[in-house]
């Protein structure tokens, strides 16, 4: 076989036609697969993020029940036990906030808007005249946002059951 036989125009396309084949049989697989890894990985951290904010909704509806249980027995917490109660539940509240603010391109819009609904109904428990109806407004508050973000993270996340 001659230079000219082996560079025939006839060669040359077959070998360009080769080459791209393989090229995308390399590359397709490639980027399919670093979009899976890259689609994984999001809805791995969607999912951290929102067990987190569940996390801190339970903790808070936690605080919500037990502080509405003492009221409905008659229990009083002493100073030390009151203000320990009192700090962790501003501290769990404030965790909250920062969550729902960094978390605004990972949570849902339904999560948000059950967050946003927190605040607010909470802002608006302050206003119940005794302090068992601001109790229980706070704990159905509470437990309404739990269960809202929950539904809205399944739905967020694919999840079902």
């Known amino acids: 076989m ?9 060669m040359l396309r077959d070998l360009v036609v080769a ?11 490639g980027l399919v697969a670093l979009r899976r890894l890259r689609s994984r990985h999001w809805w791995e951290k969607k999912a951290a993020f929102y067990q987190e904010v569940v996390a801190v909704l339970g ?3 936690q605080f919500e029940d037990a502080a509405l249980q003492d ?8 100073g030390d036990a009151a203000d320990r109660a009192a700090w962790d539940h501003e501290e769990a509240r404030q965790h909250l906030r920062r969550l729902a603010n960094e978390g605004l391109l990972l949570m ?3 999560s948000q808007d059950a967050i946003r609904r927190y605040f607010r109904g909470m802002d608006l428990a302050r206003g119940k005249e005794s302090g068992m ?8 508050v509470t ?3 739990l269960v809202e973000v ?3 993270a399944r739905k967020d996340l694919g999840v079902r059951g």
């Open 2 to 10: 001659t230079w000219a036989e082996l560079f025939a125009p006839a």
């Open 19 to 29: 080459l791209a084949a393989i090229g995308l049989g390399i590359w397709l697989p």
């Open 59 to 61: 903790q808070l509806k």
């Open 71 to 78: 009221e409905t027995d008659g229990r009083a917490q002493d």
């Open 108 to 110: 849902s819009p339904d």
């Open 133 to 140: 109806e601001r109790l229980i407004e706070r704990a159905t």
């Open 143 to 145: 437990n309404d946002a």
């Open 150 to 152: 929950i539904a809205a």
